[in-house]
């Protein structure tokens, strides 16, 4: 007997499924899909336990008949192509007829629909791919689908799923881009019952910005022009404005024809725009709409229909950074309106600094970002570090230091951040970390993502000088931050740790996000700027020499750098 079998259905279609349902944000993304597809008006989204225990997605579109609803759960069967032709020329957001029966073969189902035109709907329950029950229903005209206990079946691919919070994040930043690709389209998103967010049908891309990602982000942003197109190619949508950004590409959201895409081209050609405009490292904020004949890409290429296959890329990348260069030089030119001028955040004021009483050591100050004073010891005498000479500064980022065995050239901000890696350690240790109290307490409004990171992480937070507590939805409060950041912008500081660790992927919760965290405040309150003066810099010195690890910054860059006397010898050709 040959070795090759054809494998049951209830198995292929379980494989099928490992291709389109990952997690529940699938599943969700495919049934609102489908939705819009129907033409609805209105869209509700409702989960629970992030999408595991149940998914219901609720639309006023076109329904299905009995005929049609039994259909929709045979492998690829659609109403959307009929000939291998109409594959190029995809208009709807679904095309495959592989998204209900996927999710049915791993879930316990139930769709109950009725046609506009009809008196009775019907209901059908699935049960892992087996139908149980088809009977008719009085529901209203439209479709809802209900998902039940996802991936029950199958468990292998259930523990791969992350926590309910960071599912909960998954499926609210489907729906964000989903919204923000249909704002025509009303929408709305529960959890258990309890409203997240919902955004009313509109015909102003900014108003769904604002519903959908809040006021304070769409205040980041600005329109493009009107009518920009070339090749056949059309561009519209709001950019961020210089300096605008985050360290993950989070926030750039890119629609092609109404479909939410992966495009490297316009993910590059923006990065290049905006070299000049932004610091290294940091993606700008986008919501960037692109229209195209269908003929021009190919969104087939992926089971998901998450990425897309540019035929010319060249185009629309020169397209896209000419738009985007165009339209940061226009905000930063002197003749620009007022308006258009604020390129970027306000700086925050730096902190006053009473003079220091007769006698007392002057208290280290940092240039130019503000910061509470890192050194605790206390040094009035004028005995040099032990086994160390001062000889001076150079520049505003070393001290330079005589040991018994050569030159030895220190960096200020790798010690810096050594000293209070340590200090924030042993602090966090000890259950006493110092905060500094917010005069005013500042609610934040967080992506999904962020928010997702920040719950899963509130002790490691707390542990770490923070006071941060929920304040509905995917807001918080900020009551204190670490002694060490006083005087930096809190919803700043917050903001930019959320997003830094979770673009180096150390989002876990554990005793490895404290260290990550307290590595990453430490980076963060860092000396950038130093003015040599001798006490200070011998005050700096001792500190580090009191360290555990005195030689290395967090993340193993040197502190100090040794030239031996025989190697600057060998340097003046004396040996």
């Not at 629970?48 to 929709?72: K, N, P, S």
């Not at 942003?221 to 950004?245: F, N, T, V, W």
């Not at 495009?263 to 610091?279: D, H, M, R, T």
């Not at 005793?511 to 000396?527: E, G, K, T």
Request: net charge neutral; with cysteine; aromatic share 6%.
């Amino acid at each position: 007997m040959g070795k090759i079998r054809l494998l049951p259905d209830e198995v292929a279609s379980q494989v099928a499924a490992g291709e389109v349902v990952e997690r529940p944000a699938s599943v969700v993304k495919e049934l609102v899909e489908n939705a819009l597809d129907a033409g609805a008006a209105r869209i509700a989204v409702d989960f629970a336990r992030g999408g595991t225990r149940r998914i219901l997605v609720a639309d006023d579109g076109c329904g299905m008949d009995r005929e049609d609803a039994l259909l929709c759960l045979e492998r690829h069967a659609t109403s959307k192509i009929r000939n291998a032709d109409d594959l190029a020329r995809v208009g709807t957001m679904g095309f495959r007829g592989e998204a209900v029966p996927s999710i049915a073969s791993v879930s316990r189902l139930r769709i109950s629909t009725r046609p506009h035109d009809a008196d009775v709907g019907t209901e059908i329950i699935i049960n892992g791919g087996k139908i149980e029950s088809v009977v008719d229903s009085g529901s209203a005209p439209g479709t809802v689908v209900e998902v039940g206990s996802l991936f029950f079946n199958v468990p292998a691919r259930r523990k791969f799923l992350r926590s309910q919070e960071t599912e909960t994040a998954r499926i609210l930043s489907q729906m964000q881009g989903l919204a923000l690709a249909h704002p025509e389209v009303g929408m709305s998103v529960s959890r258990e019952g309890r409203p997240l967010w919902q955004a009313a049908p509109t015909k102003d891309l900014g108003v769904r910005i604002r519903d959908v990602l809040g006021q304070d982000f769409l205040s980041r942003l600005h329109p493009l022009e009107a009518g920009l197109s070339k090749d056949g190619i059309q561009l519209s949508g709001y950019l961020a404005r210089p300096g605008e950004g985050r360290p993950d590409r989070e926030m750039q959201f890119v629609v092609l024809n109404g479909r939410i895409v992966h495009c490297p081209a316009i993910f590059q050609a923006l990065g290049e725009a905006y070299s000049a405009f932004q610091p290294k490292g940091r993606h700008p904020f986008a919501v960037l709409n692109v229209s195209m004949e269908p003929l021009a890409f190919d969104c087939n290429v992926h089971p998901a229909k998450r990425e897309i296959r540019l035929h010319r890329p060249d185009i629309v990348r020169q397209l896209v950074y000419r738009t985007a260069r165009h339209f940061l030089e226009r905000l930063t030119s002197p003749t620009s309106p007022p308006v258009l001028a604020v390129a970027r955040a306000e700086p925050v004021a730096p902190p006053f600094h009473p003079a220091p009483a007769p006698g007392t050591p002057e208290p280290i100050r940092v240039l130019p970002e503000p910061q509470a004073a890192l050194f605790n010891i206390s040094d009035t005498t004028s005995e040099e570090p032990d086994g160390f000479r001062l000889v001076g500064g150079l520049g505003t980022r070393w001290i330079l230091l005589e040991s018994s065995e050569g030159l030895v050239l220190l960096d200020v901000r790798a010690a810096s951040e050594r000293i209070l890696f340590e200090t924030l350690k042993k602090e966090a240790a000890i259950g006493s970390p110092r905060s500094q109290t917010l005069l005013l307490p500042e609610v934040v409004e967080l992506t999904p993502g962020d928010a997702a990171w920040i719950s899963e992480n509130i002790n490691a937070l707390s542990m770490a000088g923070f006071h941060v507590e929920p304040f509905g939805g995917s807001s918080f409060k900020i009551d204190a931050l670490p002694a060490c950041l006083a005087g930096r912008d809190s919803r700043t500081a917050v903001l930019e740790l959320c997003q830094t660790l979770r673009a180096t992927g150390t989002g876990e919760p554990g005793q490895p996000a404290l260290d990550l965290l307290i590595r990453s405040v430490s980076r963060l309150a860092a000396i950038d700027r130093f003015d040599y003066e001798q006490s200070r810099a011998r005050r700096l010195v001792r500190e580090l020499l009191a360290c555990d690890l005195p030689y290395a910054c967090p993340v193993g860059r040197p502190t100090m750098i040794q030239w031996s006397y025989a190697e600057l010898d060998r340097k003046f050709g004396r040996s």
